[in-house]
C-alpha cells in the first residue's frame, strides 16, 4: 500500500549529506528501507512509537541517523559520510503490529519488509565517486 509519502532524495558526491523525510509518522513502528537495482528491499533503519528504540543496519551504523519530529508528524533520516554504495531507491515504511516494534527493539533479527504494511513510493538516492 502507497499510504506514506517520502521526500529529500538526490544526487550527491562521496562523502556528502541528504536528509530523508517521510509523512505521517502516525504508525507504531517506522523504518526506512532501500532497493538497489538486482537487489532485494533491505531495512536500513527503524524506529519505535516515541524513539523508545532503534535499529540500524551494520552498512550504515554511525552514518545515518533516523529520527521523528512529533510536532510535525514527520520521520527523517539524515545520512551523512555517504558512499557509492548508498545508491538505492529509498522507501519509508510503517506499521501498527506489536511484533513489529519487538523486531525493532529486540536483538533476535533485524526487522524485515514484511514486518511493515504500510508505505512511499520512494525517492531516489544517488552517490557519485
Known amino acids: 500500500q502507497v499510504q506514506l509519502a517520502e521526500s529529500g532524495g538526490g544526487s550527491v558526491q562521496a562523502g556528502g549529506s541528504l536528509k530523508l523525510s517521510c509523512v505521517p509518522s502516525?504508525?507504531?513502528?517506522m523504518g526506512w528501507f532501500r532497493q538497489a537495482p538486482g537487489k532485494p528491499r533491505e531495512a536500513i533503519a527503524a524506529?519505535?512509537?516515541?524513539?523508545?528504540?532503534?535499529y540500524y543496519a551494520d552498512s550504515v551504523k554511525g552514518r545515518f541517523t533516523i529520527s521523528q519530529d512529533n510536532t510535525e508528524n514527520t520521520l527523517y533520516l539524515r545520512m551523512d559520510i555517504l558512499k557509492p554504495e548508498d545508491t538505492a531507491m529509498y522507501y519509508c515504511?510503517?506499521?501498527?503490529?506489536?511484533?513489529?516494534?519487538?523486531?525493532?527493539?529486540?536483538?533476535?533479527?533485524?526487522?524485515?519488509?514484511?514486518?511493515?504494511?504500510?508505505w512511499g513510493q520512494g525517492t531516489q538516492v544517488i552517490v557519485s565517486s
Open positions: 515504511a510503517g506499521d501498527t503490529r506489536l511484533s513489529t516494534t519487538f523486531a525493532i527493539s529486540s536483538s533476535y533479527r533485524a526487522p524485515s519488509e514484511a514486518d511493515f504494511a504500510y
Open positions: 502516525e504508525y507504531a513502528s
Open positions: 524506529i519505535t512509537k516515541g524513539s523508545s528504540t532503534t
